[in-house]
T-cell receptor, first 110, second 112 residues
Framework: KNEVEQSPQNLTAQEGEFITINCSYSVGISALHWLQQHPGGGIVSLFMLSSGKKKHGRLIATINIQEKHSSLHITASHPRDSAVYICAVPAGGATNKLIFGTGTLLAVQP | KAGVTQTPRYLIKTRGQQVTLSCSPISGHRSVSWYQQTPGQGLQFLFEYFSETQRNKGNFPGRFSGRQFSNSRSEMNVSTLELGDSALYLC???????????FGDGTRLSIL
């Protein structure tokens, strides 16, 4: 069993739809990262959260530490949101060593 | 503020050669991490450096090595290249460990 699992692996949505990507992890963590990767490779850090909820524009990330589960929501999706979304957790302690999920490939169609 | 800069962006090598990749972190960031991304294995952690010291190493053979300089710039080296080393190599920096990481655009290494 992978330490970090994401679902779904692939997601196609119509512009304007509300999108949810899920992440479950099996290790104890201090925080969880959500990353976005566009075609061509560049990775952008969207959120780092350790409890509750964070919001940035149309993106919302939530985490439930007890259930070891996090969700990334996109409201009013747009074709420019098309990317791979990756959740990652620290390996433990004060470290930048991350364990990554396999990613969710999102395609938002106009 | 300039972002994380990785050079070169693209590199083609042949089996058996060695390669050095460079990463300049965001000014003021002392923590630098390296990751390998391949279609088969996804993203995997290579090394983490903080104040010129390697704090963590991933599960990679000894052919993969790295270092960090006093100005926080980092290099990674891969010797005796194999076809399986073809990948996107990403560098990320943060002010200190366990903080949000800022990623560079990566170096795409192709081994022929």
């Amino acid at each position: 069993k992978n330490e970090v699992e994401q679902s779904p692996q692939n997601l196609t949505a119509q512009e304007g739809e509300f999108i949810t990507i899920n992440c479950s992890y099996s290790v104890g963590i201090s925080a969880l990262h959500w990353l976005q990767q566009h075609p061509g490779g560049g990775i952008v850090s969207l959120f780092m959260l350790s409890s509750g909820k964070k919001k940035h524009g149309r993106l919302i990330a939530t985490i439930n530490i007890q259930e070891k589960h996090s969700s990334l929501h996109i409201t009013a999706s747009h074709p420019r949101d098309s990317a791979v979304y990756i959740c990652a957790v620290p390996a433990g302690g004060a470290t930048n060593k991350l364990i990554f999920g396999t990613g969710t490939l999102l395609a938002v169609q106009p | 503020k300039a972002g994380v800069t990785q050079t070169p962006r693209y590199l083609i090598k042949t089996r058996g050669q060695q390669v050095t990749l460079s990463c300049s972190p965001i000014s003021g960031h002392r923590s630098v991490s390296w990751y390998q991304q391949t279609p088969g294995q996804g993203l995997q952690f290579l090394f983490e450096y903080f104040s010129e010291t390697q704090r963590n190493k991933g599960n990679f053979p000894g052919r993969f090595s790295g270092r960090q300089f006093s100005n926080s710039r980092s290099e990674m080296n891969v010797s005796t290249l194999e076809l399986g080393d073809s990948a996107l190599y990403l560098c990320a920096s943060s002010s200190e460990p366990n903080q949000p990481q800022h990623f560079g655009d990566g170096t795409r290494l192709s081994i022929l």
